[in-house]
C-alpha cells in the first residue's frame, strides 16, 4: 500500500469514527439527555465496533448506562 493510499484509508476510517459518534451522541441525547462529559468521552472512542453496538443497543435500552457500557464508559 502507497503512503497516498494510506492516508486515503485513514481517512475514511476518521469519517466511519465521526459519523457513528454522531449518531450515538444525536440518538441518546433525544432518548436519554447526554452531559457535556459523556459527549466528551464518546468523541474519543476509536472503536468501530464498540459504536456499532451502542448504537444497536439505544433502540432497546431503557437506561442511558446500558449505551454508555457498550462503549467502555
Known amino acids: 500500500m502507497?503512503?497516498?493510499e494510506a492516508k486515503l484509508e485513514e481517512g475514511k476510517r476518521e469519517g466511519k469514527?465521526?459519523?457513528k459518534r454522531y449518531v450515538v451522541k444525536?440518538?441518546?441525547?433525544k432518548k436519554f439527555g447526554l452531559l457535556q462529559h459523556e459527549a466528551e468521552a464518546i468523541d474519543r472512542i476509536t472503536d468501530l465496533e464498540a459504536l456499532d453496538a451502542?448504537?444497536?443497543?439505544?433502540i432497546d435500552?431503557?437506561?442511558?448506562?446500558?449505551?454508555?457500557?457498550k462503549l467502555g464508559l
Request: proline content about 0%; cysteine-free; overall charge negative.
Open 17 to 19: 469514527l465521526e459519523e
Open 26 to 29: 444525536r440518538q441518546m441525547k
Open 54 to 58: 451502542a448504537i444497536d443497543e439505544i
Open 61 to 69: 435500552a431503557g437506561e442511558k448506562q446500558q449505551v454508555l457500557s
Open 2 to 4: 502507497t503512503y497516498a
